[in-house]
């Protein structure tokens, strides 16, 4: 089955903690991101790679970091997580290309720091 | 700097009540714009892709469609499965912009 997956599901940490969200998709697709979604602000986009290796920031990127060494995999990591992390963290990925290239979503991540 | 906007926040209707929801947008370079599903507590789900102004397509109960400042999304005669909160994204360069969904409710 077509899919992206992320662990841990759910995860409450304290402040400095450092913790890693892992994201893998089994589509053999070049791009994947990281997404929160907060109450009134909606997704909003951490940072993307388009391929092996190529990482670059979405509107969001302070405090976290993300490697893309193999292609199906995209972690997503907070090095000292603090209280405003606390959010729902959706990894998804997509072919690059001009035609149907909708982004499949992961089920998501309810992270509460504390 | 772009820009999503979606309309209503909220909606309710009755069980066969047609409706329209909007997305206006300002990106430099539109490569995209994209409607999804949210169910609460899942991921969104891929719904339609437009391309240029002009371009509808359609879905069972759903129509959406295209103008170079505006997306509406047409459902109609909606059912009670049909609640979720539905999600418009622009592509601009690869960096996706989300709005903050419009939260519909089909009531019986």
């Known amino acids: 089955e077509a899919q992206v997956t992320q662990n841990p599901r759910y995860l409450i940490t304290v402040t400095g903690k450092k913790l890693t969200v892992t994201c893998s998709q089994n589509m053999n697709h070049e791009y994947m991101s990281w997404y929160r979604q907060d109450p009134g602000l909606g997704l909003r986009q951490i940072y993307y790679?388009?391929?092996?290796?190529?990482?670059d920031k979405g509107d969001v990127p302070e405090g976290y970091k993300v490697s893309r060494k193999e292609k199906r995999n995209f972690p997503l990591i907070l090095e000292s997580p603090s209280p405003n992390q606390t959010s729902l963290y959706f990894c998804a990925s997509s072919p690059l290309g001009d035609s149907s290239y909708e982004q499949y979503f992961g089920p998501g991540t309810r992270l509460t720091v504390t | 700097e772009d820009q999503v906007t979606q309309s209503p926040e909220a909606l309710r209707l009755q069980e066969g009540e047609s409706s329209s929801l909007n997305c206006s947008y300002t990106?430099?370079?539109?490569?995209?714009l994209f409607w999804y599903r949210q169910d609460p507590g899942k991921g969104p789900e891929f719904l339609f892709t437009?391309?240029?102004a002009g371009e509808e397509k359609e879905k069972e109960r759903l129509k959406a469609t295209l103008t170079k400042k505006e997306s509406f999304l047409h459902i109609t005669a909606p059912k009670p499965e049909d609640s979720a909160t539905y999600l418009c994204?622009?592509?601009?360069?690869?960096?996706?912009?989300f709005g903050t969904g419009t939260r519909l409710k089909v009531l019986a």
């Open positions: 790679s388009m391929n092996v290796e190529v990482t």
């Open positions: 990106v430099s370079g539109l490569r995209g």
């Open positions: 994204a622009v592509d601009g360069t690869y960096k996706y912009i």
């Open positions: 437009l391309y240029s």
